[in-house]
């Protein structure tokens, strides 16, 4: 089947074959670093260094790879999606070739799914499971009836497995506009114990992943039920499974994660359509000189809150320093790896996680000459916090003392 590329594959997909590049035949010469370049289009930052690109599945990929070989010659790598955006090209791919497509794309919209889909009793959207790849793809049948929403969709799990906390969640950036919206969970960072649960309405793209070459999908499906309605249950490997739905509106949805059979039925079986209260806008009286919003580095819903902030220093070398916050009425995750310090926010109980005093920046250089620098993850200290009168929990992340970090968020107020 000849599908446009979906919206996560488009985001990582791309990202995984240069990965994938680096990891083997790369690094077994060279070192592979990430996010360590800018990239510029007619002298405009389009990609910032340290920043990752989010997929729809609220994962986050690398913006830029950079090999460097063993006689110290560096080379920048993009995600092909990138390219094709940075560049006004189409991309597309062909399943059944396995190729890549720049440019040569009709314009016109999506064709209607090629007979390769399969119709499956008592369900709406057809599906396709692609041996070659691994791949487990869904699609509505009807694409060119699809039309933008005026909101995200509000449809989420209300249990969870205990020990687990909201991570983030994610917009889809390819389709029909707020066609999809992913919420991760993380109960332990280390033992890579994680959930997605993506909502997908009537789109006109396939939805799905691939999974790893001559994985045979189908044969690893089981019959399934939610809520009275057949379901597909895959187990991947071992430490990956999945379960896909969908409801009588014709919403489709995937969870995605480790846990058994039983236990994604559950999970499944209490997803509501969730009527938040909105949260108010809310942001910093106070920041370090030189930080301001990013306005392409954020998600705002009734549910939850996430900002991206930088400062940027022009060079040489470029320096670009980053941090996050998120806010939300659902319990927030922070890192589990170390103990926290307990430290207070207004007078109310917080807890604090100190960065790695020793992490070094991300850089990036041309011909051994260091062009950018930008803040890495290990720098990013957090700090977890809950308004006592409003019961809003917060995060925040970044690379500055405790006293700093209390400081900005004892001056969080309304906008």
């Not at 790879?65 to 063993?70: K, N, R, S, V």
């Not at 990956?240 to 489709?252: F, H, K, R, S």
């Not at 969730?274 to 370090?288: C, H, N």
Request: hydrophobic share 35%; aromatic share 10%; with cysteine.
């Amino acid at each position: 089947m000849k599908k446009q590329i979906p919206s996560f594959f488009t985001g990582f997909a791309s990202a995984v074959l240069l990965l994938t590049l680096c990891t083997t035949a790369l690094a077994a010469s060279g070192k592979v670093s990430y996010n360590f370049a800018n990239v510029a289009l007619g002298g405009e930052t389009k990609i910032t260094a340290g920043a990752d690109i989010t997929a729809a599945n609220g994962q986050k990929v690398p913006g830029t790879i950079l090999f460097t070989d063993a006689a110290g010659g560096k080379t920048n790598y993009l995600p092909i999606r990138a390219v094709s955006e940075l560049l006004g090209v189409e991309i597309g791919y062909d399943s059944a070739t396995k190729t890549i497509l720049l440019g040569g794309q009709p314009a016109a919209e999506p064709a209607e799914p090629a007979s390769t889909a399969e119709t499956v009793s008592g369900r709406q959207w057809q599906r396709e499971l692609d041996p070659t790849n691994g791949g487990i793809y869904y699609a509505w049948p009807r694409p060119k009836e699809v039309r933008d929403y005026d909101a995200l969709p509000t449809l989420r799990p209300t249990w969870l497995p205990e020990g687990y906390l909201l991570l983030g969640a994610g917009v889809g950036r390819e389709g029909v506009r707020n066609d999809s919206l992913t919420w991760t969970y993380v109960k332990d960072e280390t033992s890579g114990s994680k959930i997605t649960f993506t909502c997908y309405r009537p789109t006109n793209r396939s939805r799905g992943f691939n999974f790893g070459v001559g994985l045979d999908t189908a044969a690893l499906r089981r019959d399934a039920v939610v809520q009275s309605r057949p379901a597909d249950f895959y187990q991947i490997h071992e430490d990956v499974t999945v379960l896909v739905w969908e409801d009588a509106a014709g919403n489709l949805f995937w969870l995605r994660g480790t846990q058994d059979q039983a236990t994604y039925e559950k999970i499944a079986a209490s997803v509501k359509d969730v009527k938040d209260e909105s949260l108010p806008a809310l942001t910093f009286g106070w920041t370090p000189e030189g930080f301001t919003l990013d306005p392409e580095g954020g998600l705002t819903m009734s549910a939850a809150v996430a900002e991206t902030w930088a400062k940027v220093t022009q060079g040489p070398p470029t320096s670009t320093d980053m941090f996050y916050w998120t806010y939300s009425r659902e319990a927030l995750f922070g890192p589990k790896s170390t103990k926290p310090e307990s430290v207070k926010v207004n007078g109310a109980q917080a807890q604090y996680w100190p960065g790695d005093p020793d992490a070094r920046s991300n850089t990036a250089s041309v011909s051994g000459t260091v062009t950018a620098v930008s803040t890495s993850a290990d720098q990013l200290g957090t700090l977890l916090w809950t308004d006592p009168e409003t019961k809003i929990n917060f995060r925040l992340e970044a690379p500055f003392d405790r006293d700093t970090m209390i400081r900005m968020a004892e001056s969080v107020s309304p906008k």
